[in-house]
């Protein structure tokens, strides 16, 4: 007896009345489904991060080796007028260290008052002061475009041969910068800084001093992580910089330096922190020649800080401490 014996499919599950539609799957093109995945992680090398500029290669690490010390008394006062311009007012009481032959420091006492008008706006800033003595400083910032930048900074002053000013043109590349300087005394500079990976980059700068006939060249390289940033700099003249950033926490920072001058032999480093508080900032360091300072700035109120600055000089016994108040912020 023949026959044939065939097997129906199972019908599907009714589907409930109440039961949502099934998710939208878009159907991928033919270039789509040709085109390979890319590993998690590769490197897309045409979309490297654009580095800082050459001329702030070690800020993280001067925050922090480099504050703002200062002696004596210091009061600043800003009113703002407008949401783009505003006053300020600085009154500075302390001492001046005069240059002398012996090892020991001599100060004079001084003081001197200071007034100054800001305008910030997106695409311009204007900032100048003027000084009881006579000087003068103004810094003026244009954005050309989105990628070119004008920067002015000059300082006249009552002495003669003292007097300065720069002009400084920024090209702000997608994973590079550019510099070109001009200043009096027929200064004429120039660096290029470029990202070769993501976390690398180099660059290189050359300058060019026609009042004293003297040219150089410099060479760059940073290295920036989420924890570590680490720097180098040679330059012709003899100087070495290097720079190590250890980020411990999201308040705390270490940072350290090492310079080296191949003209005159001589050698220094310094270690310092930043310790970011909740109504305050302190940072410190201490150097190889022996010095030890500290700088706080404690926030009392809102647009009140109380600052605090302290170094001690041990080889050259000579101690400088000061205080203010900074009222206003813009």
């Keep these: 007896m023949g026959g044939t014996i065939s097997f129906a499919a199972a019908p599907p ?14 159907t991928p093109t033919p270039e789509e489904s040709e085109k390979p995945e890319k590993p998690s992680g590769e490197v897309d090398w045409l979309n490297l991060p654009c580095p800082i500029s050459y001329d702030e290669l070690q800020r993280e690490a001067m925050m922090s080796l480099k504050p703002e010390l200062f002696e004596g008394l210091r009061f600043d006062f800003t009113k703002p007028l407008s949401p783009k311009f505003s006053l300020s007012h600085s009154v ?19 003081a001197h008052y200071e007034f100054g008008a800001n305008f910030l706006d997106p695409k311009c800033m204007l900032i100048g002061r003027i000084l009881t003595d006579g ?31 720069m002009f400084n043109f920024d090209y702000k590349g997608r994973d590079s910068r550019a510099q070109f300087q001009f200043a009096n005394n ?32 410099g060479l760059a390289a940073r290295y920036n992580s989420d924890k570590t940033i680490m720097t180098g700099q040679l330059a012709s003249t003899g100087l070495v910089a290097l720079s190590y950033v250890q980020r ?19 050698a220094t480093s310094s270690i310092g922190y930043d310790y970011l508080l909740r109504q305050c ?18 926030r009392l109120n809102l647009g009140v800080n109380f600052l605090l600055s302290a ?16 009222v206003g912020e813009f």
């Design 281 to 298: 900032r302190l940072r410190g360091k201490v150097d190889s020649n022996g010095t030890v300072a500290a700088y706080l700035e404690e």
């Design 311 to 326: 170094e001690i000089d041990h080889w050259k016994k000579d101690y400088k401490f000061g205080f203010g108040l900074s």
């Design 13 to 26: 599950p009714p589907i409930p009345a109440n039961a949502p539609p099934p998710p939208l799957q878009a």
């Design 248 to 266: 411990v926490s999201e308040k705390v920072s270490l940072a350290t330096d090492f310079m080296y001058n191949l003209a005159n032999r001589e």
């Design 186 to 217: 027929a200064f004429y500079g120039g660096n290029y800084i470029q990202s070769v990976s993501p976390h690398l980059a180099l660059g290189g700068e050359v300058f060019w001093l026609g009042h004293q006939r003297k040219s150089g060249l």
């Design 135 to 165: 000087r003068m400083s103004a810094r003026v910032k244009y954005d050309i475009t989105e990628n070119v930048t004008m920067k002015i900074n000059a300082q006249l002053t009552n002495e003669a041969h003292f007097s300065q000013g």
């Design 92 to 110: 500075y009481m302390g001492s001046l260290e005069m240059p002398s032959q012996s090892p020991e420091t001599f100060k004079v006492p001084t």
